[in-house]
DNA sequence: AAGATAGATGAGCGATCATTCAAGAACAAC
DNA sequence: GTTGTTCTTGAATGATCGCTCATCTATCTT
């Protein structure tokens, strides 16, 4: 009996999602979102209670659901091991020199801009740090068994520090997206696994 | 002839700065600085022209010259070496763990909200992470004259690994001021210097 | 004491913010 | 075709944004 919605709530959320990664949560009005969609507020606010604050936890969520899996490639497969964490580094470098890809990890982003202040988001962003760290643990474990790094390496402890510095190339790349200081980063990244 | 100023343009940027430290740009109000030093707002437009943009800009650059070189410490004198660098790296780790210190580095937070639309701030935390990298450079090339770092080792790289490990670390931390995943962090970026 | 100079004041500017809601519109069921 | 239900619409809400300016005040000079 009811009238059927003419917009998709995905296709809203995704650009929801798209503005929210490149301008941020504060940078982004709810007149972006009815101009970048068409949508407008009265039937934005009623497919998305909670209005914007909501629209921004469910584009992290999509975000680590589309985005980040294609990011990390084949990491999150069980065979990865330093080709891979390689691979998805030198992606990142490539991202950060293209013009599209300025905007970074909108999870890195938000980890800076709202984390302290909105405990959901720091988790969901939590949630991710820690899956990054689970399979470069994992691709590490890979790389010792297979002898692609040195024996004693603690893949646990080499994973956090690897989480870390990918957090901190993008930092740098949003400041100074220099290919020659990227790729020394993760060159000198990997020279220390051995 | 004029009348004297009743406030000190020093005391009125430092309360600037550390709010825009606290809470960043965008959700930093005019108001809220007028509160935090009782100047209203006419006097505020007077004594800096160009507004709340100015404001911030001179707050990035005293927190260059007053915050920065005390994080630094011991490290940017002649003779630092790898302790130097630690002591560096404790002290991120200390701050984050604090409850005043959650706020990480307005440097870093200015590199993630406005790098990528102001490129006046985003020159001041290019010339943040040079000094970085030319102290860290410093700081172990005087380690592998002393040998506490094996000898062969990669200076200047080391030094941009090092920054971007340091910038990764305030994200994170942001994120989940966990004290043994900050620690392992550092732990891992030393023993990668051998 | 009067005049000149510059800082202090705060009401108020237009713009924009996130959000709401009364009214109209489109469909399914009957 | 009528009714019931849900969706769409967009004007309007009050709050807040960064900022301006006419007015007042305090000091120095003479």
Same mark, same amino acid.
């Given at each position: 009996?009811?009238?059927?919605?003419?917009?998709?709530?995905?296709?809203?959320?995704?650009?929801?999602?798209?503005?929210?990664?490149?301008?941020?949560?504060?940078?982004?009005?709810?007149?972006?979102?009815?101009?970048?969609?068409?949508?407008?507020?009265?039937?934005?606010?009623?497919?998305?209670?909670?209005?914007?604050?909501?629209?921004?936890?469910?584009?992290?969520?999509?975000?680590?659901?589309?985005?980040?899996?294609?990011?990390? =490639?084949?990491?999150?497969?069980?065979?990865?091991?330093?080709?891979?964490?390689?691979?998805?580094?030198?992606?990142?470098?490539?991202?950060?020199?293209?013009?599209?890809?300025?905007?970074?990890?909108?999870?890195?982003?938000?980890?800076?801009?709202?984390?302290?202040?909105?405990?959901?988001?720091?988790?969901?962003?939590?949630?991710?740090?820690?899956?990054?760290?689970?399979?470069?643990?994992?691709?590490?474990?890979?790389?010792?068994?297979? =002898?692609?790094?040195?024996?004693?390496?603690?893949?646990?402890?080499?994973?956090?520090?690897?989480?870390?510095?990918?957090?901190?190339?993008?930092?740098? =790349?949003?400041?100074?997206?220099?290919?020659?200081?990227?790729?020394?980063?993760?060159?000198?990244?990997?020279?220390?696994?051995?």
């Amino acid at each position: 009996m009811p009238r059927p919605r003419e917009f998709e709530p995905d296709t809203v959320l995704n650009a929801a999602m798209l503005r929210f990664w490149e301008r941020g949560y504060r940078a982004t009005s709810i007149e972006d979102l009815v101009k970048a969609t068409g949508v407008k507020p009265g039937s934005l606010y009623s497919a998305f209670p909670g209005g914007k604050r909501t629209l921004f936890l469910k584009s992290l969520e999509r975000y680590s659901r589309l985005v980040v899996p294609q990011k990390l =490639g084949e990491l999150e497969a069980s065979g990865a091991s330093v080709a891979e964490i390689r691979g998805y580094f030198d992606g990142l470098v490539r991202d950060l020199l293209s013009p599209e890809g300025r905007q970074g990890c909108l999870l890195v982003n938000t980890a800076i801009e709202k984390a302290a202040e909105d405990d959901e988001a720091a988790a969901v962003v939590r949630g991710h740090l820690a899956r990054l760290e689970r399979c470069m643990t994992h691709a590490l474990e890979n790389a010792v068994r297979r =002898g692609q790094v040195r024996a004693g390496l603690d893949c646990a402890g080499s994973a956090r520090l690897l989480v870390a510095t990918c957090q901190g190339l993008m930092v740098v =790349g949003k400041a100074n997206p220099d290919e020659a200081l990227l790729r020394a980063i993760v060159d000198n990244a990997f020279a220390a696994l051995g």
